[in-house]
């Protein structure tokens, strides 16, 4: 069975870009949060999707956002990058009544 | 509100060392889960255990251990006989009750180096 795919598995984008990250789940898996990983912050969460709808969300600006398609992959986006945004994003998947499985994440780095 | 406290930062052992990491949580709810996560360099977060509130019974896995006390909201985890394969970051975890705890309030983790 095939786990959490994240792609891309690293990414340098500058200041004021945007960037879209992608998560494809462990098939039957409807489920899909995300959580970002900083030295400073440790891991906060973000935004969890169920269904295509979002059920939970984190304490972050509204330049962070994600969206999930009908096949259960999802993608989060951040516009306009801030050097704090640099950080390890991941991107975890479950069904009902599992522990979720997390895939291996994206690096971002901000320049 | 959740709160989940690692208050060792790094510790490091000699292989076969038994280590302890503690985990000491902060709920309100009646009904919640614990979990604990590994996460090698490589990045991901690998499932270790889940342990729901209204359990109490400590668990062995081969040479992994948890104590779990409600009376004092503490999830230890206990490595018996380390191995340098045990070296990476652990992290306990709280989830609320939701449709399938997936989403987790994070310990600051401890950093666990076992040098040969």
């Known amino acids: 069975k095939a786990g959490v795919t994240q792609t891309p598995r690293y990414l340098i984008k500058t200041r004021g870009q945007q960037v879209t990250l992608s998560c494809s789940p462990i098939?039957?898996?409807?489920?899909v949060s995300w959580y970002q990983q900083t030295p400073g912050q440790g891991l906060q969460f973000l935004f969890e999707?169920?269904?295509?709808?979002?059920?939970n969300k984190g304490n972050f600006p509204g330049r962070f956002s994600g969206r999930q398609f009908s096949n259960s992959r999802s993608e989060m986006n951040v516009s306009t990058l801030e050097l704090g945004d640099s950080a390890l994003y991941l991107c975890?998947?479950?069904?009902?009544?599992?522990?979720?499985?997390f895939g291996q994440g994206t690096r971002l780095t901000v320049v | 509100a959740q709160k989940v406290t690692q208050a060792q930062t790094e510790i490091s052992v000699v292989e076969k060392e038994d280590v302890t990491l503690d985990c000491v949580y902060e709920?309100?709810?009646?009904?919640?889960?614990l979990f604990w996560y590994k996460q090698p360099p490589s990045g991901e977060l690998v499932f270790l255990i889940r342990?729901?509130?209204?359990?109490?019974q400590n668990e062995i896995s081969g040479r992994y251990s948890w104590n779990f006390q409600k009376s004092t909201s503490s999830f230890n985890f206990t490595i018996t006989a380390s191995q340098v394969v045990d070296s990476a970051v652990y992290f306990c975890?709280?989830?609320?009750?939701?449709?399938?705890?997936?989403?987790?309030?994070f310990g600051s983790g401890t950093k666990l180096n076992v040098k040969p």
């Open positions: 975890a998947s479950s069904s009902t009544n599992t522990e979720a499985f």
């Open positions: 098939s039957g898996h409807r489920s």
């Open positions: 999707y169920f269904s295509e709808t979002q059920r």
């Open positions: 709920t309100r709810d009646t009904t919640y889960y």
């Open positions: 342990r729901n509130s209204f359990d109490e």
């Open positions: 975890a709280l989830s609320d009750l939701t449709y399938n705890f997936n989403k987790f309030y």
